[in-house]
């Protein structure tokens, strides 16, 4: 061993666990290294209600390994037959954090959710009046919108008029991509921002030059490497506004390789030792334990982990599994392009 470094247990703020057979092999992965996840709702059927809310975090719970210490912090899909008294009651009995907005078309099933933010309001009323935070999947759909400016747009068509009906409603801009996200998040009050691994990995250039790389393909797709140089700034820098959420979101390869291949990088194997190797690049290693294990729970409301995890650098490379191996079919595990050497103590 060459280093190490001792971290209160860190929490993914966005994470998808999928259901079924996929739940199954992934859970495990997260359980691993973090100590609490806010899930992702956009199931097929999507997760609703608050009834859909409780079965989905028994599914989770009975998918864990034994003695896992991992818990699962549910969220609601938004849908413009949400019920806000539904919402509410969700949130008062403690099971929900916070309530995700799928603009209709962004991404992968969010066929159901706002095509209207209007149709929506009474919901968003109810939620700033009660402090439940609104995650947001922050890209317009409006198809003359090219795909790398529907971050920039959603901010200023959608989220900063939003934000001014509704101050006190309180949103966390999910997997951020761009300067603008950066600068926009740091806003605040009442505000704040998760950023993936993946995007402080790749810009589009590794998805795109020498042969398409779908295993680099996710939503919002990477961008120029202005927008990855901002995120590292922002993720390095230990601000409040700035916090860990991997969206690992596992496909199995045949759907990944394919014509019209699906977005998701699966991170959830190795984000810690990555989140190591990019800290100590950027000479920020102090400022990992901010990002991953502090921010999101201070944003959150939640108690800060007392469970601590240490990752150890040695001098070889450490040897990730290529593959996770589901019922479904096998994930490709996220392959960063360069050697790490960190690696979570068993
Ligand atoms: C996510 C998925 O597959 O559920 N995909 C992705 O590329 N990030 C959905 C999402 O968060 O956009
Ligand atoms: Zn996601």
Redesign the pocket.
């Known amino acids: 061993m060459i280093k190490s470094l001792t971290l209160r247990r860190p929490d993914d703020m ?1 994470l ?1 666990l999928r259901d079924g057979a996929m739940l199954a092999a992934v859970a495990p992965e997260s359980a691993r290294d973090f100590a609490r996840a806010i899930i ?1 709702p ?1 199931l097929a059927p999507p997760i609703a209600t608050m009834a859909q809310a409780e079965a989905y975090r028994a599914r989770i719970m009975a998918a864990l390994p034994k003695g896992a210490q991992f818990e699962p912090l549910m969220t609601l899909y938004l849908t413009e037959t949400t019920d806000p008294a539904d919402v509410a009651r969700a949130h008062s009995s403690g099971l929900i954090k916070a309530v995700k907005l799928y603009p209709a078309g ?5 066929h159901g959710g706002v095509r209207d933010l209007g149709q929506v309001m009474p919901v968003l009323e109810k939620m700033a009046d009660i402090g439940l935070p609104l995650c947001t ?1 922050g890209e317009v759909t409006t198809p003359q919108v090219d795909i790398f400016d529907r971050e920039a747009v959603f901010i200023d068509t959608v989220l900063d008029p939003l934000r001014r009906r509704l101050p006190q409603l309180r949103v966390v801009m ?2 951020i991509t761009t300067q603008e996200g950066v600068s926009y998040a740091a806003e605040g009050p009442n505000l704040a921002a998760t950023i993936t691994t993946h995007h402080l990995i790749l810009n589009r250039n590794h998805l795109l030059v020498g042969g398409i790389k779908p295993h680099y ?4 797709v990477a961008k120029r490497e202005k927008h990855r140089q901002a995120l590292l700034r922002a993720a390095t820098s230990g601000h409040a506004s700035y916090f860990l959420g991997t ?1 690992s ?1 596992p ?1 199995v390869d045949a759907l990944k390789e394919h014509a019209c291949g ?4 699966f991170t959830a194997t190795n984000t810690m030792p990555l989140l190591a190797h990019i800290f100590e690049q950027e000479g920020a290693l102090n400022q990992l334990e901010a990002f991953t294990s502090q921010n999101g729970a201070a944003f959150y409301g939640l108690p800060q982990n007392e469970a601590q995890i240490t990752l150890i650098k040695s001098a070889q490379p450490t040897v990730f599994p290529t593959k996770i191996l589901s019922q479904a079919g096998p994930v490709t595990v996220f392959d960063p392009g360069f050697a790490v050497h960190w690696q979570v103590q068993a």
Request: glycine share 4%; with cysteine.
């Open positions: 966005h998808h992702m956009n962004a991404t992968t099933n969010s999947h999910e997997h393909y996710c939503l919002p969206d979101a496909h699906c977005a998701g990088c």
